[in-house]
């Protein structure tokens, strides 16, 4: 399985990030959980989130207000919409693939994509 | 939520070394507990789950140890591949948690 996080790098403060992750060798149509995870420069790795297939998600409290998940079966991939961010929202962000058979448990994991807030 | 604090933040090590990375839950996680290897650049590698099990393809130089509250990932002999930032990673207790990361350098 492969997966591959797209979108704008860079965002200015008070505006939406929104990131696209396409994945390959695995499908849609069989039940499991989506993930997004970030880290911020010289910081550790943050789970933010997760969605089922059936679009059910779970996400940080820290971030839960403002965070929303999506999955388009069609396109084999998922999205994160993150609004009204900060610097502190700087990161790399991550997708990953939850096992299907433990939850949390991430098994395989997109490169990352950068994305800087800044006006 | 449950805090993963991770030791020593940086390990200086050499090829052929046996290197020991520590990681200790607020809380017990039972065995739910993973590790991983981050390389700059690079997607995050799953090497260790359910505390001890070896993740397929991973090499058997690697292993994990521990339950309850305190884990250990041992590299038996450190090879030029291993230097890396290694993670661990609660997945018992909504929501998932990650340590800060322990960099293992030259």
């Known amino acids: 399985v492969q997966l591959h996080e797209s979108g704008p790098r860079l965002v200015k403060p008070s505006g939406t990030l929104s990131l696209t992750c396409a994945v390959s060798g695995d499908s849609f149509s069989s039940p499991k959980w989506w993930s997004w995870v970030r880290q911020s420069p010289g910081k550790g790795l943050e789970w933010i989130g997760e969605i089922y297939h059936s679009r059910s998600a779970n996400y940080n409290p820290s971030l839960k207000t403002r965070v929303t998940m999506s999955v388009d079966k069609s396109k084999n991939q998922f999205s994160l919409r993150l609004t009204s961010v900060t610097a502190a929202d700087t990161a790399v962000y991550y997708c990953?693939?939850?096992?299907?058979?433990?939850?949390?448990?991430?098994?395989?994991w997109g490169q990352g994509i950068l994305v800087t807030v800044s006006s | 939520d449950i805090q993963m604090t991770q030791s020593p933040s940086t390990l200086s090590a050499s090829v052929g070394d046996r290197v020991t990375i520590t990681c200790r839950a607020s809380?017990?996680?039972?065995?739910?507990l993973a590790w991983y290897q981050h390389k700059p650049g690079k997607a995050p590698k799953l090497l260790i789950y359910d505390a001890s099990s070896l993740e397929s393809g991973v090499p058997s130089r690697f292993s994990g140890s521990g339950s309850g509250t305190d884990f250990t990932l041992t590299i038996s002999s450190l090879q030029p591949d291993d230097f890396a930032t290694y993670y661990c990673q609660q997945y018992n207790n909504f929501s998932w948690t990650f340590g800060q990361g322990t960099k293992v350098e030259i």
């Open positions: 809380q017990s996680i039972s065995s739910r």
């Open positions: 990953a693939r939850v096992r299907a058979s433990a939850a949390g448990l991430f098994d395989s």
